[in-house]
């Protein structure tokens, strides 16, 4: 092991339970246990866990908070309902994304789950923002774990641990109770395209629950699951990933993220800057696409239409619920209808690929 990772609660577990370590963003992560299609159809058909610790979780509390936070986020913060939960971007001054997050409200604070490779970045940018502003702010990543419990029989292996009801939480609502007697936040969201749950508590527990819930959801088909299925969940879902579709030179109306923006809010930073972008007409498109055959085009391949570049891919993998490559691209407006064929430079190789809808899938409900 190395001295210069971080590590979760649950690492040891990791390791003596053949999981395949990783550095990412420099903590040392499960990318896998058995194999990536395994865990990812049991995400899909029964439940997988993930340890998702290595997540930045920061607490706002104080007069201020709400107000601080409108000023940092697109979205709007002072709408939230106790208990709601909102997908919200922080932009810098150009409308570039500097992260995108999570901004949860509870009774007496707020929490925003931000992404890992971005922590002490946005840790940064908020401490440069908050002067003139009655707010205390924590850092909690450290002392609190965090996992997500994905797939249609979370709810049924979850809730006989929890003292409240978690069938009567919507999506993207959480609440705070206690999970196996000892205080949590548990709240229905996640990044598979699944229902599922993301539970909050002090790292002393983390173990405890890991091996209960283990234990537990044997006999319903869960098992542990890595960063790997992870990503080819959230690629069918056509959820995007920081540093892939998402970064400081994209804005989130080329990101296809306009419902996470609110222009008649609140002032937040970047936003004459995006009230331009968004009425810039002759921006990129994020799109879906897909393939034949097993060879997927991979972030960095180049689309074509004839001799013509016309986009780049930020994601691609093979999908195991679909059976076929599939990926994510922005592309020149004009080749984004769905139907569209263009050409994936795979290795100096040129290989069909057809723009397609996102999402490539969606749960039943």
């Not at 007409?281 to 097993?294: A, N």
Request: net charge negative.
């Amino acid at each position: 092991m190395s001295d210069s990772l971080l590590y979760t609660a649950c690492h040891q577990w990791h390791v003596d339970h053949g999981g395949r370590m990783v550095d990412f963003a420099g903590w040392e992560m499960p990318l896998l246990y058995s194999n990536i299609t395994a865990e990812h159809h049991a995400v899909r058909k029964t439940a997988g866990l993930f340890d998702i610790a290595h997540m930045g979780r920061l607490f706002f509390t104080g007069p201020d908070a709400c107000r601080f936070l409108d000023t940092l986020l697109t979205n709007n913060v002072e709408s939230l309902k106790p208990g709601q939960i909102r997908y919200s971007l922080v932009t810098n001054e150009s409308g570039g994304i500097l992260d995108d997050v999570l901004v949860y409200r509870f009774t007496d604070f707020y929490m925003l789950v931000v992404n890992a490779s971005n922590r002490l970045k946005i840790v940064d940018w908020i401490e440069k923002q908050r002067e003139g502003f009655d707010v205390q702010i924590e850092d909690l990543t450290s002392e609190k774990f965090m996992l997500a419990l994905q797939g249609p029989e979370s709810l049924g292996i979850l809730n006989p641990l929890a003292e409240a009801d978690l069938s009567e939480i919507k999506y993207y609502f959480g609440l705070e109770t206690q999970v196996l007697g000892v205080d949590a936040l548990v709240s229905r969201t996640g990044y598979t395209g699944e229902d599922g749950f993301e539970v909050v508590l002090d790292q002393s527990q983390a173990m405890l629950l890991w091996e209960r819930l283990i234990s537990d959801g044997a006999s319903a088909g869960l098992i542990a699951a890595g960063l790997g299925c992870r990503d080819t969940l959230r690629l069918e879902a056509a959820m995007p990933l920081y540093g892939h579709e998402l970064d400081e030179q994209t804005d989130p109306f080329t990101a296809g993220l306009n419902f996470a923006v609110k222009l008649q809010g609140a002032d937040f930073i970047g936003k004459e800057s995006l009230i331009a972008a968004k009425a810039c007409e002759d921006r990129k498109v994020r799109v879906g696409f897909t393939m034949e055959g097993k060879r997927a085009a991979r972030e960095g391949c180049l689309l074509y239409e004839g001799d013509q570049q016309v986009g780049a891919v930020t994601s691609g993998s093979f999908s195991p619920t679909l059976d076929m490559p599939i990926g994510m691209a922005y592309v020149d407006a004009s080749y984004a209808e769905p139907g569209q064929i263009l050409e994936a430079d795979i290795r100096g190789k040129r290989i069909a690929v057809k723009i397609d809808t996102l999402p490539f899938y969606k749960r039943e409900r």
